[in-house]
Structures are given as C-alpha cells and as structure tokens.
C-alpha cells in the first residue's frame, strides 16, 4: 500500500509540474503594441533593439484583426524615422499564428510566453517582443503611415504616367 501511495504521489507530480509547464495564455492577450526587444540571426550576436542600437520594430494587432508592421530608427541627429513594413490582418487561435493572408506558421515560431512577451522566428532570425503601452497618438501614427504605405491605384498610375514614362 505504501509503494502504490508514494507512485501515485510521483504521478501527481509529475502531471503537477507538466501542468505549471503548459499554461497557456489566452490569444486575446495579443491584441496590443509590440515593440521588438531582441532580435538574432542564427550564428550571429544578438542585437538588442532601443536606444543603444538607434533600432527597432512596431507591430500592433487589433482586436478586429487588424495587423501593422513597421521598423522605427533614430538617425544620428536623434530624429524617429517610421519605415512601414505592411499593413492587412491576422489571425491567432488556439496558439496558431498566421497575417496578410500568408499560410500560418509552425508552433514554434510564435509563440506566446507571457501577456507581454512573444518570441518568434522569421527565416532564421529569432526574435523577442514586448508589449508596450504607448500613447494612443503614436500608436494611430504608426498604424496609419503602415495604412498609407501604398498609394492608392488611381495615384499610382498618375505617379508611373508622370514619373516613370
């Protein structure tokens, strides 16, 4: 009786510690500002992103499903510059990530950690994201200078017409 008492003691746990393990945080907590903190390309330093490296990216996800992606510099005279990446949607259910309509990625390379962390991985570059609060206003900047990044079609036939002909 004793052994059958100390194994189901180990089995509890054992499924106690795999439990603490796999907590899953909700996929709502990814709706938000994100401002990337780390990022490394596979056999390469790490570059820590802020003010040291004058470097970073914004990426902002709507509770709707709306999605933005920007890279954020510091020039030497220490003015910001918004570089839009893109604009469109995204989607996370269940832990699967997929945005602009591109094919979901595999589990590992977004993933959750925490309300405000998520680590990811692009080719093979691995990053780390913290989520931010930021002022309304620099949040509707970014997102509309991603919204605006292209021009719409009529000015963009203009523009060949006028510049490229």
């Known amino acids: ?52 490296s004058g470097y970073s990216q914004f990426k902002f996800y709507g509770a709707d499903g709306e999605y933005a992606c920007a890279e954020i510099c510091l020039t030497k005279e220490g003015k910001v510059v918004v570089m839009p990446h893109e604009y469109g949607t995204y989607t996370f259910k269940n832990g699967v990530y997929s945005e602009m309509g591109r094919p979901a990625v595999k589990p590992d390379e977004m993933v959750l950690v925490d309300k405000t962390t998520f680590k990811g991985k692009w080719m093979n570059r691995h990053d780390v994201w913290k989520k931010k609060v930021l002022p309304d206003k620099v949040v509707k900047y970014i997102v509309n200078c ?20």
Do not use: H, Y
């Open 146 to 165: 991603c919204k605006f990044r292209e021009a719409p079609a009529d000015i963009q036939q203009l523009i060949k017409q006028n510049m490229f002909m």
């Open 1 to 52: 009786m004793k052994k059958m008492m100390l194994m189901m003691t180990a089995m509890l746990m054992c499924a106690i510690g795999m439990n603490a393990q796999t907590t899953k945080i909700a996929d709502k907590e990814l709706v938000g500002a994100w401002i990337m903190e780390s990022m490394q390309f596979e056999g390469e330093k790490k570059v820590v992103c802020g003010k040291e």
